[in-house]
């Protein structure tokens, strides 16, 4: 009988390990500023250039770090979140001769993303 309770605690914190994963973390304002600075970029071009290479650079950087940020932080719950906002800078920045239009609804998903990002993680205690 103590062999069978013992292998079922071991069952219960093994799994209970895993459930980590699907934890929120708390508030992290390195992260939170990050991605704010994202969504900013992103809505409001400097000009109406909306495929100004230094823009779409830093969406596309700013986007990797919160990507490898979240990583290393062990936020396994984001970085999900994380991959598909850097995927989506790394196209529009690999794109070569994007038109405005395109541009601008790349943008606009990034954008779409990191606004939903921000309710999500701005509601964190």
């Not at 069952?11 to 900013?40: G, H, M, Q, T």
């Not at 800078?89 to 998903?109: I, Q």
């Amino acid at each position: 009988m103590r062999y069978f309770l013992f292998a079922t605690s071991l069952l219960f914190l093994a799994s209970c390990a895993d459930l980590k994963r699907w934890i929120p973390s708390d508030f992290d304002n390195v992260e939170f500023d990050s991605l704010a600075s994202l969504y900013v970029v992103a809505v409001q071009p400097a000009t109406e250039d909306w495929c100004k290479r230094s823009e779409l650079l830093y969406l596309e950087r700013q986007s990797a770090k919160l990507e490898l940020y979240s990583k290393y932080r062990l936020n396994t719950n984001i970085v999900d979140v994380y991959t598909e906002i850097h995927s989506l800078a790394s196209e529009l920045y690999n794109r070569e001769s994007p038109s405005n239009v395109y541009c601008k609804l790349k943008r606009g998903n990034i954008a779409d993303a990191s606004e939903k990002a921000l309710k999500v993680f701005g509601g964190r205690k």
